[in-house]
């Protein structure tokens, strides 16, 4: 009970960072369907013992921790990603404004009466 | 609800063509500014008393203080970053505005006071004499840690091997000029936040014509570099990324 637990606080507190805004909606999905699927696969000690067997690992519990790394990983490059696309979009949008205000002094510059 | 970019409502009004062949003659003099803003502000008005054809242009990336209103004079343009960006967005926005305005060229010259406004004639001359599509100032006098000078050794011979030895002698300049064949041909590339060598490698490899004038560097008289060691390494990742990559892509010209 107390493992079915663990896995609902940590997707409340997920949700809750996402309610504050603090997490942006979009880059919280993959977080809470990795803490959904692998804490609930961390329960079923029949899926921890297949995952150990397929991996070659033969401390059993092990196997979760890889998988828990391997998901990790694969999250913070997708962060990454979006991070990578959220920097582009904002130098994207400082070039447009500054071309706009430079449009705006070439024309006052060139109707002032000098 | 906030209004997006693409909204028709604050959508910029381009140049019209009017505007925008008011500088057929003219050179926009990019002074880019850190935390130097009186000696950018010196540097512009130099600018404009060199020749009437020169328009400084200071773009301030984010200064602790900002510029004051009139820091680039009567015939010049400022713009202040709302961040500290880098150089290679601040190349990205003096080169749309040269191409938006219709400039027949554009300078860079460092706003720290480390190159001679008098030096200017001298690098736009190959281009206004249809002789070069860009221009770049190689110090002869860069004094420098051993550091340093072993990394510019390095990017020196990765990008002669680049451009099939056209790259000019010096990759980490920051005084050049383009006209805007070579501005249009090098804007569709994204710029990095050292961006020099990055430039000068593709334009050697897009086929432009390179020219390298001699300059003397002079010392800072204020200030210090924006180049730490941390800055050093990155700047020394981001251009054996950009190496890779030219390679994947393979020579093209």
Redesign the interface.
Known sequence: MIHVAIVVALSAVLLLLVRRGLIHVDMSFPWLLAILVLGFLSINDGFVSWAAERLGIVYEPIAVVFLTIFVLLGLMTMLLIGYSALRRRQ?Q???????????N???E??DSP? | MDKS?TDPQIR????SQE?SA?NPHRVLILVPNYNDNIQASEIALKISATSPNYCP?I?DDGSSIPLAPDAAG??G???R??DN?GLG?IT??AF??AL??GYRAIARIDGDGQHLVSDLPRLVAPIEDDAADLVVGVRVNHQTSWLRSAMKAYFSILANWLSGGRAPKDVNTGFFAANLTAVARLNVFTFERYPEPQIFILACREGLRVVQIEIEQQDRSQGRTTLGLSQALRMFYRFNVFVITEVMRGRRS
């Not at chain 1, 949008?93 to 449009?103: E, G, N, P, T």
Request: charged letters at 20%; aromatic letters at 4%; proline letters at 10%.
């Open positions: 130098i949008m400082i070039r447009y404004f500054a071309s706009l205000d430079l449009a002094q070439e024309r510059m060139h000098d | 970019p910029p009004q381009p140049l505007d008011a242009l773009i009567d015939g343009l400022q713009v970053l709302p960006l967005v990205h926005i749309d505005h938006a305005a």
